[in-house]
């Protein structure tokens, strides 16, 4: 048998990780490994250290799940962001497929189980990922949007350029020019 895994909600930054291997510590849990979202333990933990655990988690923000829908939500955002912010570049795949073959579970499935819970579906939750990377890429100014647009695999700059001002109600361009405006104006005070 592998070794086990508890997934948390709400774990979005390295500061996260190591609050969580601290928790950990305290309560005498061993991990093998502490990504977003996860924990690989070695053996199972009590009822009483789960529980422990949870309150200590609560009290700093993040949230034990054990519910198997609340699970495979957490596991289907935790691939999407991964594949989005992660990496080097979007794979040229088929998004459907990708998350079937990395979570081994029918796209519809996966699909109706996060609409159901999220209120959005998995489509809307990967372009708004999708647009905050850009964002991301905007401010750090080392990629035109041509680069942008195929490193996040858009069919286009214009396709890309029309979700950006859909989501955020503004052009890249000017986006762009926004904060380059923030920052010239911070100098000046």
């Known amino acids: ?37 996860e ?12 529980e422990t655990l949870r309150e200590n988690l609560k009290n700093i923000g993040l949230e034990l799940l054990d519910d198997k829908r609340a699970v495979m939500i957490e596991r289907i955002k935790n691939v999407i962001i991964d594949l989005i912010h992660h990496s080097t570049s979007v794979p040229k795949v088929n998004f459907s497929e990708f998350l079937s073959e990395k979570l081994e579970y029918d796209y519809t499935y996966l699909s109706n189980i996060f609409s159901e819970v999220q209120g959005i579906t998995i489509q809307q939750f990967i372009i708004f990922h999708k647009i905050e990377k850009v964002k991301e890429l905007l ?21 890309l ?3 950006f001002k859909k989501i ?5 361009s000017f986006f762009k020019q926004m904060r380059a405006l923030r920052k010239s104006s911070l100098k000046n005070e």
Do not use: A
């Open 39 to 50: 924990v690989e333990i070695f053996e199972k933990i009590s009822e009483q250290q789960r």
């Open 168 to 172: 955020t109600g503004l052009t890249p």
């Open 139 to 159: 401010l750090y100014d080392e990629l035109n949007l041509t680069e942008i647009s195929y490193r996040l695999d858009y069919s286009s700059v214009s396709h």
């Open 1 to 37: 048998m592998g070794n086990l895994k508890i997934y948390i909600k709400y774990m979005v930054s390295l500061r996260c990780i190591m609050v969580v291997k601290e928790e950990l510590r305290k309560l005498g849990i061993r991990y093998v490994n502490v990504i977003l979202g």
């Open 161 to 163: 350029s029309n979700q």
